[in-house]
Structure formats: structure tokens, C-alpha cells
């Protein structure tokens, strides 16, 4: 059971408004429906002497170990998960369309799971025996968890994601620029199918700001600190932006430029985003519904 994943901690800065069938809440935040994925129905068998014990009292055994580098504090990690207590599931990423994201240190997950994966690597399999002070405590979890369980987890790391503090630059040969000023910039062709207007796209995405007030470009928000990509419904994405994404493909990774004039224009939307202010976004296209 991961604690605090159903909604972002902090409200970001809204594009998700021109929409009036659908709230921003609602594209955010509704239910996925479960996807038809196996998960483990049951914790392998730990062979004897493989569990490592820390300091804190976590038990680890690497399955898989993987391969680069761990993830670091506030970087943000992509997992598949499975936990176990007295040998049932009481919790899986499996039962989701996306596997669970957060950011190390952030707080969002237990603090078994926190420690857990700080020394993984990418594509490495892990199994944690979370003591109670890690997990639910002496609290539980009322007809869920009981006081003092201690928990087992199987937790596989499959990427690790970086915020960027500056947007990439285009690649050559550079911004492809409309009569109305957008501009758009394919940092890589997806092979999957053309978004089609008809079709939820689900999508990450990272947002910055400039504008004449501000000295540097500003990240103000990004779907890759929330717990799964976000959906958009035809209607749902500021309209520059819903263009900018026109031709994309499921796997694309786009940078698009909106001007004030089809961002929030003169106005703004203070205290993010001042008068005047041009939005850049980078944009991954992972699905379409």
C-alpha cells in the first residue's frame, strides 16, 4: 500500500481549464481502470543468508541487480511493486494501467520503500522486508493492515527520471514555426500510432515559463512528480497546446512554444505565470485511450 499516490501534494499552475465537460481535478485524478498485466501472486522464497540487514532494520535481497547508476535524492524513480502481508497481496502497481513514480526523499511512498530503492539500479528486482517503523507502525491500517505488520515487498526498478531546470534546445533544424506563432520541435518520432482528435492522449510533460519580468526561464510544473502520466481529453489541454501535439505519435517526444497570445496572454495567471509570459513545453506522448 503506498501512502499519498491518489493526488499531486502541491496543486500546479493549471493549462487543464479550456475543458467545461471535464474538470482539471477530473482529467488529473480519475480512477484508471485495472489493466489485464500479471503481477506475482505470491513472494519468491528467500534462499537462506540472502537477506541483508540494515541499519534501519529494512531487509533486502537483490534478485536482479541491474545496471548504471542508483537513483539519487529527488530524482524520481519509475517502479513495478507488489507487497505482501502474511503472504496476500494487499497492494500492486500491477492492478494500475502505469507503474507508480515518486520522487526519492519526497515522502510519498513508506519509508521502507523510500530506502529500498535508493541503492537499486535500473532493471534491478528487489525483495524488502519493511518492519512495522517503515511501514504502518503501531497505527495499521484500520480492516486493512493490522498494528506492528511487518510487510514484503517485491519492487522492481524499471527508470529514473531527472527534472530539467532549463528546457533541451531543438535539434536542427531548430523550431518549425506556424502563422500564429506556435512553434514545435520533435526531439524524437514515436513508432506508435498519429493522435487523433478523438482520442484521450496520455501524456508527461514539463512546462516552463518566460517572460520580459523574469530573468531566467522557470520550471513551473510537471506531471513527472505526480505518481502516473495525466490524461487530456479533446478539449482539455489549453488550445496552443492541444495544437502543438497535432502529428504526434505514441512514443514522440515534442518541445512546443506557445506565445502569450495562445498561453494565458496579457493577463496572465499570477503568481506563476506574469503578464505577457510565453510557456515552453516538453511533451511525451505514452498512450492513447
Excluded: C, N
Aim: no cysteine.
Amino acid at each position: 500500500m503506498v501512502r499519498g499516490v491518489s493526488e499531486p501534494r502541491v496543486a500546479p499552475p493549471e493549462p487543464f481549464e479550456v475543458a467545461e465537460s471535464l474538470t482539471p481535478s477530473e482529467v488529473r485524478q480519475r480512477r484508471r481502470p485495472p489493466a489485464a498485466r500479471p503481477a506475482p501472486s505470491a513472494p519468491r522464497l528467500t534462499p537462506e543468508g540472502a537477506l541483508i540487514e540494515h541499519e534501519s532494520g529494512l531487509q533486502t535481497w537483490d534478485i536482479a541487480p541491474g545496471r548504471g547508476q542508483p537513483p539519487i535524492e529527488g530524482q524520481i524513480v519509475v517502479v513495478e511493486y507488489t507487497g505482501w502481508l502474511d503472504g496476500q497481496v494487499i497492494d500492486s502497481s500491477y492492478q494500475r494501467l502505469d507503474p507508480l513514480r515518486f520522487a526519492v526523499g519526497s515522502g510519498r511512498v513508506l519509508p521502507g520503500l523510500d530506502e529500498g530503492v535508493r541503492q537499486m539500479r535500473r532493471g534491478g528486482l528487489r525483495q524488502l522486508v519493511i518492519p512495522p517503523e517503515l511501514a504502518f507502525g503501531e497505527r495499521g491500517v484500520p480492516d486493512k493492515i493490522p498494528a506492528d505488520a511487518t510487510l514484503i515487498y517485491e519492487i522492481k526498478l524499471l527508470d529514473i527520471l531527472e527534472l530539467r531546470d532549463e528546457p533541451p534546445e531543438p535539434p536542427e533544424p531548430g523550431w518549425l514555426t506556424g502563422a500564429d506563432g506556435l512553434q514545435t520541435a520533435d526531439l524524437s518520432l514515436g513508432p506508435g500510432p498519429t493522435l487523433r482528435p478523438d482520442k484521450t492522449a496520455v501524456l508527461d510533460y514539463t512546462m516552463w515559463v518566460e517572460a520580459p519580468s523574469l530573468e531566467t526561464r522557470t520550471r513551473i510544473d510537471s506531471s513527472l512528480e505526480r505518481p502516473a502520466p495525466v490524461k487530456a481529453g479533446p478539449g482539455a489541454l489549453l488550445p496552443g497546446w492541444e495544437a502543438g501535439m497535432r502529428g504526434m505519435r505514441v512514443g514522440g517526444h515534442r518541445l512546443i512554444r506557445l506565445p502569450p497570445a495562445l498561453a494565458f496572454g496579457d493577463e496572465g495567471k499570477p503568481p506563476a505565470i506574469p503578464p505577457g509570459a510565453t510557456l515552453i513545453l516538453e511533451v511525451y506522448l505514452r498512450r492513447l485511450e
